[in-house]
């Protein structure tokens, strides 16, 4: 690796390792070779954080620009459809000028 690495992170089938750093990728390895798999470039700011989901299908990166990013450890494999719900109905909200009248 050609620049400072400041996170790496091993699946729990301990054949793959991601690694990032200063030079803003992210970096897939075969653990055994220790061959390059792959690189992805997403963040603006050095990365600092890389760890693998506990079943292995993706890794999670976080970065010095602020963002955390999810990578699927196989491309093009069907995760379903995060959504976020909004759970708290909008007539049981008190603003603040509600509340001191």
């Known amino acids: 690796v050609s620049f400072p690495v400041y996170t790496a992170s091993l699946n729990n089938e301990k054949d793959i390792f991601a690694c990032g750093g200063e030079d803003l990728k992210l970096y897939k390895y075969d ?59 909008v007539d049981a909200v008190t603003t603040k000028a509600e509340a001191a009248s």
């Open 31 to 89: 653990y055994q070779t220790g061959i390059e798999i792959d690189n992805f470039k997403g963040h603006f700011g050095p990365v600092h954080c890389v760890r693998f989901s506990p079943d292995g299908e993706l890794y999670a990166s976080g970065s010095e620009d602020g963002t955390l990013r999810l990578w699927q450890t196989v491309v093009g494999k069907t995760y379903g459809l995060w959504k976020c719900v909004d759970t708290v109905a």
